[in-house]
C-alpha cells in the first residue's frame, strides 16, 4: 500500500497536502515513474470525501490503508477500511472503490460492463469491480481466507448524483458489491457504521491484514479440471473481466445473426491471458457451445489434455494445436480461443504435411475462418523462436482484409512475479529489452531476487523453499547439448554441467522415464525437480521459486550485454538466422525464465564477470536472504 493511518489523521494530512507529497513520494519508489496526473487528481479529490464520510461518520479511529496492493498482482484497491465489527467484534475490512464521475450508464449488451465519456470502450461496472477485489483478497490474504464474512466491499461515487449514474444497480447487489452516490451520502455513512465500530481502533485490525500470509497461488495447471469442468477457480479483475465479457457478449451477437467477431486480447508475462483462455473455455463448455484451445506450445497443449482431461476424454480433445484447422470447415466452430497466439506461424504446413493439404494459406487466416469468433491472447514480447509471428497488426489487417470487426483489449495489470511491476521492469532493463541499461534492483515486498554463487547454492536453496511447501524448478539457456533420451530404467543424461556439477535437462517426449515426467509435464509434476528445463518447456508456465542459470551465450563484458551464437546449443538456430535475430530471441528466451516465479527467483551465472555485474545489481541483500 502506498499509505496507512487512522481516518482522522488522513483527513488532517489531506487538508495540508502533506498526504499527496508522501502518496507521490511512495508511488515513485515502489513504480519507478511519477503517477499520472488522472490518478493525482483522483487522490486530491476522492480522498477527502471519503476521510470526511468516515469522521462524520463518528469512525475516525477507523484504519484507512490507502492503494493497497491485493497480492500476488499488481492491481491495488483505493481504500481498504479496517477496523471492527459493531455486533460481533471481528475484524472487519471494507473494500472501497473511489470514483470521481458524475454520469455513467450500463452498457446497453451487459450490465456488468459500463460506458462512460472518458473511454471510446465499456469498463467494468465500479459495483463487479469492487465485488472482485473483495473475492480476491479473500482468495488470496490468509488472514481472511477462513473468515470471508469479514470483507466486503462498496463503490462511493461522491461526485454523482442517482439521475447520472442510478442504472449502474442493474447488476445484483451483495455484502460485497454496493454502490453510494454523493447524493446518497447519509446512506453510505449508515453503511460503514453498520461494518465499523466508533468505540475500537482499527489499527489492531489492519496490522493482522496486513501480516496475513499470502495463499499460495492457485497453479494454472492444478485447477485446471475444475476451471474448465464446474466454475471458475480464478477471479478475473477489471480489464480481464472486461476481455472475458467482451468476448461472451461476441459469442451471444454470433448466435443471434449471422455475426463474426474478432477479439484481441494482449498483454506482458503473466497479466491472466490463459486464465482468460480457460475461464472462457470453461463457461462455452457448461453452455454446450462449440469452442477449443489452441496453442503453439506443445507443453502447453500436451499440459491441458493431460490435468484438465484426466477424467473425460472429452476435454482433452478440448485442446488443439494451431496447425490443427487447415482443412476445416468455415465458421465450422462457435469460439476458438488461440492462447500464445504471438507463436502463430507463416503457414501450417511442414515436412510431414501431406501434399494435399498443403493449400498455401497463412495459418492466422485458417484460424480467423474456422470459428465465428476467434479470440487470439498474446504477448508480442515474447517470441523465442526464427519464424514466429503472430501480431496485434498482423491480426487486425488478417481481420480487415476479411471485413471482419476485431476488437483489442489490452491487459495491464501482471499477475506473475508476485505481481512486481518494479521486478518485470527490472528484468527488461537487465536484458536490454527496454532502453536505459541495467538498474539497481530495490526490493519492493512483492518479489524476491537472489543472486547464487554456484549452481550448488542454487538448487540447495530451490530445494529448502520446496522442503517449506512450496514449487521449484531450474531452467538454463539453450547452451548444453542434449542427449538422446535413455532407455526405460537407465539413468538420465546429466548433460547441464557446470564444474563438478551436472544435471539432466527435462525429457524430450511423451513418456515418463527413470522417474522424470513427460517433456509437456516437466512445469507442473512435482518430480520435474531435478532436471534443468529449457525455454520451450517453461514458456507459459509458473512456479513459486524459479532457479535460472544464465549460460555462456549471454555475458556482460565491460558495460555491456554481449551475445554468443557459438553458445547456443538450439537447433532452432540455423547459419541463415541473422545475428540481430539471435541476439534478440536469446534475450527473450533469458526474459521468460527470469519472468517464470511467483514468489521468488535465484540467478546464477556460468561466466564470472556477469556474476559480479549481477551482485552488484542486487547488493547486498541478497546474500543475507540466502542465509536467512
Given at each position: 500500500?502506498?499509505?496507512?493511518?487512522?481516518?482522522?489523521?488522513?483527513?488532517?494530512?489531506?487538508?495540508?497536502?502533506?498526504?499527496?507529497?508522501?502518496?507521490?513520494?511512495?508511488?515513485?519508489?515502489?513504480?519507478?515513474?511519477?503517477?499520472?496526473?488522472?490518478?493525482?487528481?483522483?487522490?486530491?479529490?476522492?480522498?477527502?470525501?471519503?476521510?470526511?464520510?468516515?469522521?462524520?461518520?463518528?469512525?475516525?479511529?477507523?484504519?484507512?490503508?490507502?492503494?493497497?496492493?491485493?497480492?500476488?498482482?499488481?492491481?491495488?484497491?483505493?481504500?481498504?477500511?479496517?477496523?471492527?465489527?459493531?455486533?460481533?467484534?471481528?475484524?472487519?475490512?471494507?473494500?472501497?472503490?473511489?470514483?470521481?464521475?458524475?454520469?455513467?450508464?450500463?452498457?446497453?449488451?451487459?450490465?456488468?460492463?459500463?460506458?462512460?465519456?472518458?473511454?471510446?470502450?465499456?469498463?467494468?461496472?465500479?459495483?463487479?469491480?469492487?465485488?472482485?477485489?473483495?473475492?480476491?483478497?479473500?482468495?488470496?490474504?490468509?488472514?481472511?481466507?477462513?473468515?470471508?464474512?469479514?470483507?466486503?466491499?462498496?463503490?462511493?461515487?461522491?461526485?454523482?448524483?442517482?439521475?447520472?449514474?442510478?442504472?449502474?444497480?442493474?447488476?445484483?447487489?451483495?455484502?460485497?458489491?454496493?454502490?453510494?452516490?454523493?447524493?446518497?451520502?447519509?446512506?453510505?455513512?449508515?453503511?460503514?457504521?453498520?461494518?465499523?465500530?466508533?468505540?475500537?481502533?482499527?489499527?489492531?485490525?489492519?496490522?493482522?491484514?496486513?501480516?496475513?500470509?499470502?495463499?499460495?497461488?492457485?497453479?494454472?495447471?492444478?485447477?485446471?479440471?475444475?476451471?474448465?469442468?464446474?466454475?471458475?477457480?480464478?477471479?478475473?479483475?477489471?480489464?480481464?473481466?472486461?476481455?472475458?465479457?467482451?468476448?461472451?457478449?461476441?459469442?451471444?451477437?454470433?448466435?443471434?445473426?449471422?455475426?463474426?467477431?474478432?477479439?484481441?486480447?494482449?498483454?506482458?508475462?503473466?497479466?491472466?491471458?490463459?486464465?482468460?483462455?480457460?475461464?472462457?473455455?470453461?463457461?462455452?463448455?457448461?453452455?454446450?457451445?462449440?469452442?477449443?484451445?489452441?496453442?503453439?506450445?506443445?507443453?502447453?497443449?500436451?499440459?491441458?489434455?493431460?490435468?484438465?482431461?484426466?477424467?473425460?476424454?472429452?476435454?482433452?480433445?478440448?485442446?488443439?494445436?494451431?496447425?490443427?484447422?487447415?482443412?476445416?470447415?468455415?465458421?465450422?466452430?462457435?469460439?476458438?480461443?488461440?492462447?500464445?497466439?504471438?507463436?502463430?506461424?507463416?503457414?501450417?504446413?511442414?515436412?510431414?504435411?501431406?501434399?494435399?493439404?498443403?493449400?498455401?494459406?497463412?495459418?492466422?487466416?485458417?484460424?480467423?475462418?474456422?470459428?465465428?469468433?476467434?479470440?487470439?491472447?498474446?504477448?508480442?514480447?515474447?517470441?523465442?523462436?526464427?519464424?514466429?509471428?503472430?501480431?496485434?497488426?498482423?491480426?487486425?489487417?488478417?481481420?480487415?482484409?476479411?471485413?471482419?470487426?476485431?476488437?483489442?483489449?489490452?491487459?495491464?495489470?501482471?499477475?506473475?512475479?508476485?505481481?512486481?511491476?518494479?521486478?518485470?521492469?527490472?528484468?527488461?532493463?537487465?536484458?536490454?529489452?527496454?532502453?536505459?541499461?541495467?538498474?539497481?534492483?530495490?526490493?519492493?515486498?512483492?518479489?524476491?531476487?537472489?543472486?547464487?554463487?554456484?549452481?550448488?547454492?542454487?538448487?540447495?536453496?530451490?530445494?529448502?523453499?520446496?522442503?517449506?511447501?512450496?514449487?521449484?524448478?531450474?531452467?538454463?539457456?539453450?547452451?548444453?547439448?542434449?542427449?538422446?533420451?535413455?532407455?526405460?530404467?537407465?539413468?538420465?543424461?546429466?548433460?547441464?554441467?557446470?564444474?563438478?556439477?551436472?544435471?539432466?535437462?527435462?525429457?524430450?517426449?511423451?513418456?515418463?522415464?527413470?522417474?522424470?515426467?513427460?517433456?509437456?509435464?516437466?512445469?507442473?509434476?512435482?518430480?520435474?525437480?531435478?532436471?534443468?528445463?529449457?525455454?520451450?518447456?517453461?514458456?507459459?508456465?509458473?512456479?513459486?521459486?524459479?532457479?535460472?542459470?544464465?549460460?555462456?551465450?549471454?555475458?556482460?563484458?565491460?558495460?555491456?550485454?554481449?551475445?554468443?551464437?557459438?553458445?547456443?546449443?538450439?537447433?532452432?538456430?540455423?547459419?541463415?538466422?541473422?545475428?540481430?535475430?539471435?541476439?534478440?530471441l536469446i534475450r527473450n528466451t533469458y526474459k521468460v525464465l527470469l519472468t517464470r516465479g511467483m514468489i521468488?527467483?535465484?540467478?546464477?551465472?556460468?561466466?564470472?564477470?556477469?556474476?559480479?555485474?549481477?551482485?552488484?545489481?542486487?547488493?547486498?541483500?541478497?546474500?543475507?536472504?540466502?542465509?536467512?
Open positions: 500500500m502506498l499509505f496507512r493511518e487512522s481516518a482522522k489523521t488522513i483527513a488532517a494530512r489531506a487538508l495540508d497536502t502533506s498526504l499527496y507529497l508522501h502518496l507521490t513520494e511512495q508511488f515513485v519508489r515502489m513504480h519507478g515513474h511519477r503517477p499520472n496526473a488522472a490518478e493525482a487528481r483522483s487522490w486530491e479529490r476522492s480522498i477527502p470525501a471519503l476521510a470526511a464520510a468516515l469522521n462524520d461518520a463518528g469512525l475516525g479511529e477507523v484504519e484507512v490503508m490507502l492503494e493497497y496492493a491485493l497480492p500476488l498482482n499488481s492491481k491495488r484497491a483505493d481504500a481498504v477500511l479496517a477496523g471492527v465489527h459493531p455486533a460481533t467484534g471481528e475484524p472487519s475490512y471494507v473494500v472501497v472503490e473511489l470514483k470521481q464521475w458524475s454520469q455513467a450508464e450500463p452498457d446497453e449488451d451487459d450490465p456488468a460492463l459500463c460506458r462512460i465519456d472518458a473511454y471510446a470502450h465499456p469498463i467494468l461496472n465500479p459495483i463487479e469491480q469492487v465485488r472482485r477485489y473483495c473475492e480476491y483478497l479473500v482468495n488470496f490474504n490468509g488472514a481472511v481466507a477462513e473468515h470471508p464474512d469479514r470483507v466486503s466491499g462498496v463503490a462511493y461515487l461522491h461526485n454523482a448524483t442517482e439521475f447520472g449514474v442510478g442504472g449502474l444497480r442493474a447488476v445484483e447487489l451483495d455484502n460485497r458489491g454496493q454502490m453510494f452516490t454523493g447524493e446518497r451520502r447519509g446512506e453510505f455513512i449508515d453503511h460503514l457504521r453498520a461494518r465499523l465500530s466508533d468505540k475500537v481502533p482499527g489499527a489492531r485490525a489492519a496490522d493482522e491484514l496486513q501480516a496475513g500470509r499470502t495463499v499460495p497461488s492457485k497453479q494454472l495447471m492444478s485447477v485446471a479440471a475444475q476451471e474448465v469442468r464446474e466454475r471458475e477457480q480464478f477471479v478475473l479483475l477489471d480489464e480481464q473481466q472486461v476481455a472475458y465479457r467482451m468476448v461472451l457478449n461476441a459469442v451471444r451477437k454470433a448466435k443471434r445473426s449471422n455475426h463474426k467477431e474478432v477479439v484481441v486480447v494482449t498483454g506482458g508475462p503473466g497479466t491472466g491471458k490463459s486464465v482468460i483462455a480457460l475461464s472462457l473455455l470453461g463457461e462455452l463448455y457448461r453452455q454446450g457451445i462449440p469452442a477449443l484451445h489452441a496453442t503453439g506450445s506443445q507443453s502447453f497443449t500436451k499440459t491441458m489434455r493431460k490435468v484438465a482431461g484426466t477424467r473425460k476424454r472429452e476435454v482433452q480433445d478440448l485442446f488443439k494445436y494451431f496447425n490443427s484447422f487447415m482443412t476445416a470447415e468455415q465458421n465450422s466452430l462457435d469460439v476458438l480461443i488461440c492462447d500464445e497466439a504471438h507463436r502463430i506461424r507463416e503457414t501450417s504446413a511442414n515436412r510431414y504435411t501431406p501434399a494435399a493439404q498443403r493449400t498455401g494459406r497463412r495459418q492466422i487466416d485458417e484460424l480467423i475462418d474456422v470459428a465465428r469468433v476467434p479470440v487470439f491472447l498474446l504477448d508480442e514480447h515474447q517470441v523465442v523462436r526464427p519464424g514466429e509471428m503472430g501480431t496485434v497488426e498482423d491480426i487486425k489487417a488478417a481481420a480487415g482484409a476479411q471485413g471482419v470487426e476485431c476488437r483489442v483489449v489490452p491487459l495491464e495489470s501482471q499477475f506473475r512475479c508476485g505481481g512486481s511491476d518494479a521486478y518485470l521492469r527490472w528484468v527488461v532493463r537487465l536484458l536490454g529489452l527496454q532502453p536505459g541499461g541495467p538498474v539497481l534492483w530495490e526490493p519492493d515486498d512483492r518479489m524476491q531476487l537472489l543472486v547464487a554463487d554456484s549452481p550448488q547454492e542454487l538448487e540447495a536453496f530451490l530445494e529448502a523453499r520446496r522442503s517449506q511447501g512450496y514449487g521449484a524448478r531450474m531452467s538454463a539457456g539453450y547452451c548444453w547439448r542434449w542427449s538422446p533420451e535413455p532407455k526405460p530404467g537407465d539413468p538420465l543424461p546429466a548433460d547441464v554441467v557446470i564444474g563438478d556439477w551436472a544435471r539432466p535437462w527435462n525429457l524430450r517426449g511423451d513418456r515418463a522415464i527413470s522417474g522424470a515426467p513427460p517433456s509437456a509435464l516437466w512445469a507442473t509434476d512435482p518430480a520435474g525437480f531435478g532436471q534443468v528445463g529449457c525455454v520451450y518447456t517453461a514458456q507459459g508456465f509458473e512456479y513459486d521459486w524459479s532457479g535460472v542459470i544464465i549460460g555462456p551465450d549471454l555475458v556482460w563484458r565491460d558495460d555491456r550485454w554481449i551475445t554468443d551464437r557459438t553458445q547456443s546449443k538450439d537447433p532452432v538456430f540455423k547459419k541463415s538466422t541473422p545475428d540481430a535475430d539471435v541476439d534478440r521468488g527467483t535465484m540467478v546464477y551465472s556460468t561466466d564470472r564477470e556477469t556474476r559480479e555485474k549481477l551482485r552488484e545489481l542486487v547488493g547486498g541483500v541478497a546474500r543475507e536472504s540466502v542465509a536467512a
